[in-house]
Nanobody, 124 residues
Framework: VQLQASGGGLVQAGGSLRLSCAAS????????MGWFRQAPGKEREFVAA????????YYADSVKGRFTISRDNAKNGVYLQMNSLKPEDTAVYYC??????????????????WGQGTQVTVSS
């Protein structure tokens, strides 16, 4: 499985960005797509996740109400709409895929496949 993330950039505080992640290669009957981020000197942290069915979404408390994760199964894509961005959102953002389900979707170790990351920088 190859994951290609895009859409990062430089934006002022209060602005918006939309990240995209395209999946290709091996397919799975069920899986979870997630977004994580990693700021310099910090551990990789969970941002949002959505299962293959798209019925439920999961968010870190720090982004609830500002970020929205969505998916397009026809395009094998997952998206992260980020609104009201804050300087503390600055990080490299990664998309990830986990075959099957996990009760611990916030843990990076639960995901088997990772994209290359896209830089998001929010200026104050």
């Amino acid at each position: 499985v190859q994951l290609q993330a895009s859409g990062g950039g430089l934006v002022q505080a209060g602005g918006s960005l939309r990240l995209s992640c395209a999946a290709s290669g091996r397919t799975f009957s069920s899986y979870v797509m997630g977004w994580f981020r990693q700021a310099p000197g910090k551990e990789r942290e969970f941002v949002a996740a959505i299962p293959w069915s798209g019925g439920s979404t999961y968010y870190a408390d720090s982004v609830k109400g500002r970020f929205t994760i969505s998916r397009d199964n026809a395009k094998n894509g997952v998206y992260l709409q980020m609104n009201s961005l804050k300087p503390e959102d600055t990080a490299v953002y990664y998309c990830a895929l986990r075959p099957g389900w996990s009760p611990n979707l916030t843990a990076p170790r639960e995901y088997d496949y990772w994209g290359q990351g896209t830089q998001v920088t929010v200026s104050s």
